[in-house]
């Protein structure tokens, strides 16, 4: 059992300045975080931003340059709690890495046998999870057969097998078909309602959205940490609208310029409009423009996708 002495009560998962560096490449830059018992965090960011690293560092699995991090007040950093933190941390990797001869349910038995679960522990654990993960049905099927979806939803239950208080799961959706990446946020919100503090990466936002209770932002350093929606609020800002004119006159932009948009980019015959400095509809410009004797020939991008927009912010926090 945990060591009530060396738990500090703050957070279940708590990092400070915590570093990483690889050679000359720094992957993580101190970062300092406090996830909550029971929080499923996401680890946002794109390719290269440390999502990786971070949650490897978090598991035990690799060192710290620099920083320290406790996950259950275990510092992870420390060897001689590895082992203590293993018990306590179930991680999805970002490669599955099943054995491609062993069975479904023989792959959770085994490392349920590492875990040193007994018998029982270990086959009430695996028919739970592998019901739940819809694959009951394919228990004996070797993993290497298996749909690179009900592959990684086999990593998931191993990563679940030994009922982990910490859950750490690198990009779990990431090229999945939608059906299987809705089982998999399934799984995460019945963690979540069992108490289970979960850290999810995953470079799409709306992912983030739909499971997280916070998000934080990482590009190396942690840029912003917020809820989904502070997020969604800061992202607005960066809405814009694309109209093309067959020529753009000045007495277009005097007509934008009327509702308020003074901070248009022209482009040929393209205007782009930032949507949140005005207070009205792309609608609304687009026929105040035409009443005022203008030739739309196109409305495009109305609004950047979401995952514009947060490239975006990643930008502007550059
Ligand atoms: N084992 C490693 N050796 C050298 N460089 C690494 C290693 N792991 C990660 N990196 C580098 O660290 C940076 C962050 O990588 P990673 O944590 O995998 O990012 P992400 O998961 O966000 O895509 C990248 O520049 C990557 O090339
Ligand atoms: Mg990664």
Redesign the pocket.
């Given at each position: 059992m945990l060591d009530s002495t060396r738990w500090n009560g703050v957070g279940m998962i708590v990092t400070e300045g915590l570093t990483r560096r690889?050679?000359t490449?720094l992957?993580?830059d101190d970062v300092s975080l406090e996830i909550a018992d029971g929080e499923i965090f996401g680890l946002l960011?794109?390719?290269?931003?440390?999502?990786?690293?971070?949650v490897r560092m978090l598991a035990g699995l690799i060192g710290a340059s620099s920083g320290r991090a406790l996950v259950a007040g275990l510092d992870v950093t420390d060897p001689s709690q590895v082992r203590e933190v293993r018990r306590l941390v179930g991680v999805l990797p970002?490669e599955a890495g099943l054995y491609g001869d062993l069975s479904a349910a023989r792959t959770l038995e085994f490392f349920g046998r590492l875990y040193r679960m007994s018998k029982a522990a270990r086959s009430e654990r695996t028919e739970l999870l592998l019901t739940r993960l819809g694959l009951w049905g394919r228990r004996d099927d070797p993993a290497a057969t298996l749909s690179k979806g009900l592959k990684q939803r086999l990593a998931l239950a191993r990563a679940l097998i030994h009922d982990p208080q910490v859950v750490l799961l690198?990009e779990p959706t990431a090229n999945l078909d939608p059906e299987a990446a809705s089982v998999v946020r399934d799984v995460l919100l019945d963690l979540k309602a069992q108490g289970r503090t979960i850290v999810v990466?995953t470079?799409r936002l709306e992912e983030a959205e739909r499971v997280c209770d916070r998000v934080g932002i990482?590009r190396t350093r942690l840029l912003r940490v917020g809820t989904p929606h502070d997020l969604r609020t800061a992202m607005t800002k960066s809405r814009t609208i694309a109209i093309e004119l067959e020529t753009v006159r000045d007495s277009d932009l005097a007509v934008l310029r009327d509702l308020g948009a003074d901070a248009t980019v022209v482009t040929g015959n393209r205007i782009e409009i930032p949507l949140p400095s005005l207070g009205t509809s792309s609608a609304d410009l687009v026929a105040a423009l035409v009443a005022g004797g203008a030739r739309v020939t196109g409305v495009s991008a109305a609004e950047e996708s979401l995952e514009d927009a947060y490239l975006t912010i990643l930008g502007d926090l550059a």
């Open positions: 690889f050679g490449v992957a993580v960011g794109p390719n290269a931003a440390g999502k990786t690293t971070t970002e690198d990466n470079h990482l």
